[in-house]
């Protein structure tokens, strides 16, 4: 299969890197990918410097690599603009955020263009089912998590992580404040590898989360994850088993998380406990090679092959 993959995001975000995730488990499968991304974006530069064919995006672009393509793959609300206007091929679009499918005539067209909607969780396609999407369209495709990734080096005593985002759905005031409450430090990371590798914990307060491929980074390092209980993310962490959720009423009150963090603080063993049973859980149902094969079977059943 040739498959074209449109992101045209301006920033290197978790979806982004899904993108480049899915890239190179296709090509290893033998499978043909181009790209097409915003100039100058960091997934363009990204693509690029790891030998990917990327092209800019464009309307224009999009037409003519769409020609000689079996599929076109919208990543992100641009790419699915793009796409419905101007795909020569069947389409498939991804939805990864948490926010209801708007009502208008316009958007209503859009959507009704796409040949499937992969979501990445159930949560998502119960958004897009509300929104007026047949189910029969619907996938649910969760992210995938390299293999490759440091177990952290946990220990009790270390700083807490979180998010560097100054996304207002991202919670970075909740963490703020309860981590003050608790007394706890946070090193607000961008580069979650590197700083994982000596968190005591991961604190992932949102507003709203479609999956969060964070939360699912820091469980695959083994690092204790502290969560908001929104969206997809209870559909990845179970209370008290691989993780802790914040109660689904007053989840985003600093003083309940101030609590968890101090929970986690004084049972060490508890924590390490949270840690493991993470890492087995992507191990067993959040990999890279899942993702990938299931997105293939998504482009087969499209194709009938």
Not at 77 to 93: I, K
Not at 212 to 219: K, P, R, Y
Request: proline letters at 5%.
């Amino acid at each position: 299969m040739r498959i074209l993959h449109v992101d045209t995001g301006r920033e290197l975000r978790g979806g982004q890197r899904q993108v480049l995730l899915l890239l190179e488990g296709l090509r290893a499968a033998g499978e043909d990918c181009v790209l097409l991304a915003r100039p100058g974006s960091p997934l363009f530069q990204t693509a690029w410097a790891a030998g990917l064919p990327v092209y800019p995006a464009s309307l224009l672009a999009l037409r003519q690599h769409s020609k000689v393509s079996d599929i076109v793959h919208a990543h992100d609300a641009g790419s699915h603009t793009l796409a419905a206007l101007g795909a020569r091929s069947r389409f498939v679009v991804s939805r990864r955020v948490a926010f209801p499918v708007k009502r208008s005539l316009l958007s209503q067209w859009k959507y009704r263009q796409a040949a499937r909607f992969l979501a990445v969780s159930q949560f998502v396609g119960a958004e897009l089912e509300r929104g007026g999407i047949p189910k029969s369209k619907i996938d649910i495709v969760y992210d995938g998590v390299q293999r490759d990734f440091t177990p952290a080096s946990w220990n009790p005593g270390n700083p807490a992580v979180a998010l560097a985002s100054f996304d207002p759905g991202k919670g970075r005031d909740l963490v703020t404040e309860a981590a003050r409450l608790a007394g706890c430090s946070v090193i607000y990371s961008n580069d979650l590898p590197k700083d994982l590798i000596h968190a005591s914990m991961f604190l992932y307060m949102t507003r709203a989360e479609g999956l969060g491929s964070a939360a699912l980074l820091a469980m695959s390092m083994g690092v204790p994850v502290i969560a908001s209980n929104v969206g997809g993310l209870p559909e990845a962490i179970e209370n008290g088993v691989n993780g802790i959720l914040t109660s689904h009423e007053s989840g985003n009150e600093p003083a309940e998380v101030a609590s968890c963090i101090s929970r986690l603080e004084s049972d060490p063993a508890e924590a390490a406990r949270l840690g493991a049973n993470a890492r087995r859980t992507i191990e067993e149902r959040f990999t890279v090679e899942r993702m990938v094969e299931e997105t293939i079977a998504v482009y087969r059943r499209i194709l009938n092959v």
